[in-house]
T-cell receptor, first 109, second 117 residues
Framework: QQQVKQSPQSLIVQKGGISIINCAYENTAFDYFPWYQQFPGKGPALLIAIRPDVSEKKEGRFTISFNKSAKQFSLHIMDSQPGDSATYFCAAGDYKLSFGAGTTVTVRA | GAVVSQHPSWVICKSGTSVKIECRSLDFQATTMFWYRQFPKQSLMLMATSNEGSKATYEQGVEKDKFLINHASLTLSTLTVTSAHPEDSSFYIC?????????????FGDGTRLSIL
């Protein structure tokens, strides 16, 4: 049973553009929602995370928007750079994490 | 920041052998570590939760006799893939939590690529 659904599967954006990735979760007990960035052959690295008492969190070019009533959250990558080309995973959980399927982002120079 | 190290980063071995993967928290003591498995172009699937000084808790469908987990100290957890076969070839990743930070976030190692011939 997939507890976190992520879309799109892949996206291509021009340098300087905005990348938007969406996730939806089922379990209302989840209280922690991180986003991870993964490069080929490497482990995931935490980008940014949010808790359900906050509707938005921004760190540099990365912003999480959180909609508790809709059980959805999204990652916005502003001013996308070629170095942002990677796979992004959303996750949700409490003690344990359930991961989305991943989104491969390609930033074209 | 919290650093998690995995060793080896890549291992190739013959079918039928057992392989041990180490996961270490380098600058904090981790009472809980997690083991994940990731197939190419797929997501991370949690295999088991490793608790220091007690038995690991396995996710549904994961063979505990196949994937032996030992968490003998606060900085080291090991995953042993016993009698490995080609279908066990995958990317294995561990994560750990710094208890000083509460129960999140999880910090991930760089993974171990296991190839069984």
């Amino acid at each position: 049973q997939q507890q976190v659904k992520q879309s799109p599967q892949s996206l291509i954006v021009q340098k300087g553009g905005i990348s938007i990735i969406n996730c939806a979760y089922e379990n209302t007990a989840f209280d922690y929602f991180p986003w991870y960035q993964q490069f080929p052959g490497k482990g995931p690295a935490l980008l940014i995370a949010i808790r359900p008492d906050v509707s938005e969190k921004k760190e540099g070019r990365f912003t999480i928007s959180f909609n508790k009533s809709a059980k959805q959250f999204s990652l916005h990558i502003m001013d996308s750079q070629p170095g942002d080309s990677a796979t992004y995973f959303c996750a949700a959980g409490d003690y344990k994490l359930s991961f989305g399927a991943g989104t491969t982002v390609t930033v074209r120079a | 920041g919290a650093v998690v190290s995995q060793h080896p980063s890549w291992v190739i071995c013959k079918s039928g052998t057992s392989v041990k993967i180490e996961c270490r928290s380098l600058d904090f003591q981790a009472t809980t570590m997690f083991w994940y498995r990731q197939f190419p172009k797929q997501s991370l699937m949690l295999m088991a939760t490793s608790n220091e000084g007690s038995k690991a808790t396995y996710e549904q469908g994961v063979e505990k006799d196949k994937f032996l987990i030992n968490h003998a100290s606060l900085t080291l957890s090991t995953l042993t893939v016993t009698s490995a076969h080609p279908e066990d070839s995958s990317f294995y990743i561990c994560s750990a939590r710094d208890p000083e930070s509460g129960y999140q976030p999880q910090h991930f190692g760089d993974g171990t690529r296991l190839s069984i011939l």
